[in-house]
């Protein structure tokens, strides 16, 4: 019989379509579970004024947590590395007393030496590269989010003119630096 003969159907177009229908499911799941909640009883004050008003302000409160703090998966990271011994570098470390208006440029100082520490890291094959890697990520993020806006006050330093620390006095200021910024 010579009718339509059926093309074989390799085993990973097999497992592609089982994940992209996978992904289906699940997201049909996750919109049927949605409505069942916006559906429930604890929804239901949102159909008046009053429930509206509790929502938005509860939905938008600001965080007044006392241990939030932007740094704290830097300070992680800090503690992670800090006692790593394939690190051996000489680095402008910054004083943790600082003047309250060069913080922000003092932090910056901290992140740009951290790429020293990374260049080491490449070529040591060091254990904490990712760790020191994260410190400059999370730092970078969190000081692009806050643009330098102020001018350079006379009494601030440039990070060339501190003084150059071994690898652990580095640590030590850097935690300080940022534990004094999360209480501010």
């Given amino acids: 019989m010579l009718g339509t003969a059926r093309p074989r159907q390799n085993s990973a177009g097999a497992v592609s379509r089982l994940q992209s229908q996978k992904t289906h499911l699940k997201g049909v799941c996750l919109q049927y579970l949605l409505c069942r909640l916006l559906n429930s009883h604890c929804f239901s004050l949102l159909k008046n004024g009053m429930g509206l008003i509790i929502f938005f302000l509860c ?9 939030h703090c932007k740094w704290a998966e830097v300070l992680k990271d800090l503690e992670r590395i800090k006692s790593s011994k394939d690190i051996d570098v000489s680095l402008y470390t910054a004083n943790a007393d600082e003047d309250e208006e060069c913080q922000e440029l003092v932090m910056r100082c901290f992140f ?7 260049q080491e890291c490449r070529i040591k094959n060091c254990s904490k590269t990712q760790d020191v890697w994260n410190i400059w990520k999370n730092g970078n993020e969190s000081l692009q989010k806050n643009k330098l806006t102020s001018t350079k006050s006379e009494k601030c330093k440039e990070c060339e003119e501190y003084e150059e620390k071994n690898f652990t006095e580095f ?9 004094r910024d999360c209480k501010h």
């Fill in 171 to 179: 640590i030590q200021n850097f935690v300080k630096v940022i534990q």
């Fill in 112 to 118: 740009l030496e951290t790429e020293v520490i990374i």
């Fill in 59 to 67: 939905a938008y409160v600001p965080k007044t947590e006392a241990g």
